[in-house]
């Protein structure tokens, strides 16, 4: 089975990203989700070339959430992508204390979503595959 390229899990993630949450079971992934996304950008020449060899080495093997990758490339898209991934995790990380949240909840958490979709494809259009 041949492995994604980080760009390609990038560009699935995007894909992903653009159709709202349906059910709170959906945003219980989401964690993971953003994991594969940092694990995705440690791999690229640009994100390493940004924040150093040595740096993507320690992200890499300490698991870094995907908003202090963002935060530590320092360019504007990231840095509104890390914004809005930090938001967009509070959703994820609440779905996991409550069953169910409410029409209320859920429409902010779609809200978060179609924000770092956004933010998340302004990444991917700066970072040099």
Do not use: C
């Not at 990203?17 to 349906?22: C, D, R």
């Not at 870094?64 to 490339?73: F, G, M, N, Q, T």
Request: glycine share 4%.
């Amino acid at each position: 089975m041949a492995t994604q390229s980080a760009k390609d899990v990038v560009a699935s993630s995007i894909e992903a990203l653009a159709q709202p949450f349906l059910t709170t079971d959906e945003l219980k992934t989401l964690s993971m989700k953003l994991d594969a996304i940092a694990g995705a950008l440690l791999r690229s020449p640009y994100v390493i070339g940004r924040i150093g060899a040595d740096q993507a080495s320690r992200f890499a093997q300490a698991g870094v959430e995907l908003p202090r990758l963002l935060r530590a490339v320092g360019d504007e898209p990231f840095r509104a992508a890390a914004a809005s991934a930090d938001n967009l995790l509070t959703f994820g990380r609440a779905s996991i204390v409550e069953y169910d949240l409410s029409e209320e909840d859920m429409a902010y958490a779609n809200a978060a979503r179609a924000q770092f979709h956004q933010d998340l494809a302004s990444v991917a259009a700066a970072v040099d595959w």
